[in-house]
Nanobody
Framework: QVQLVESGGGLVQPGGSLRLSCATS????????IGWFRQAPGKEREPVSC?????????YYADSVKGRFTISRDNSKNTVYLQMNSLKPEDTGVYYC????????????????WGQGTQVTVSS
């Protein structure tokens, strides 16, 4: 079955870096869009960054993370990464990766398969 498992979260000081990983199984990663979404306490889940299926090859970033976060995929390792640099307290939240077959968007409602999430806390 389709599975997505996030890892790499933790506590980091402002200005620090983390790399999140989304390990996938049960499907061919190249055929899927993978998105990273986050949910802060008391707020709705929001898109952070997405990579469309490999034949489409586009990436999306929320304005709040442009220039600081980088999404990448390694289809041979069935893994998608989110490199997060210059972290800010407002980046705190639970980060989820999600998948959509032949996906071309970064809209939360379009994604069918979700991981369990990993906590990122940015605090001094």
């Amino acid at each position: 079955q389709v599975q997505l498992v996030e890892s790499g979260g933790g506590l980091v000081q402002p200005g620090g870096s983390l790399r999140l990983s989304c390990a996938t199984s049960g499907f061919t990663l190249a055929h899927y869009a993978i998105g990273w979404f986050r949910q802060a306490p008391g707020k709705e889940r929001e898109p952070v960054s997405c990579t469309t299926h490999s034949s489409d090859g586009r990436t999306y970033y929320a304005d709040s993370v442009k220039g600081r976060f980088t999404i990448s995929r390694d289809n041979s390792k069935n893994t998608v990464y989110l490199q997060m640099n210059s972290l800010k307290p407002e980046d705190t939240g639970v980060y989820y990766c999600a998948g959509e077959v032949l996906g071309r968007t970064c809209q939360l409602a379009d994604y069918d398969y979700w991981g369990q999430g990993t906590q990122v806390t940015v605090s001094s």
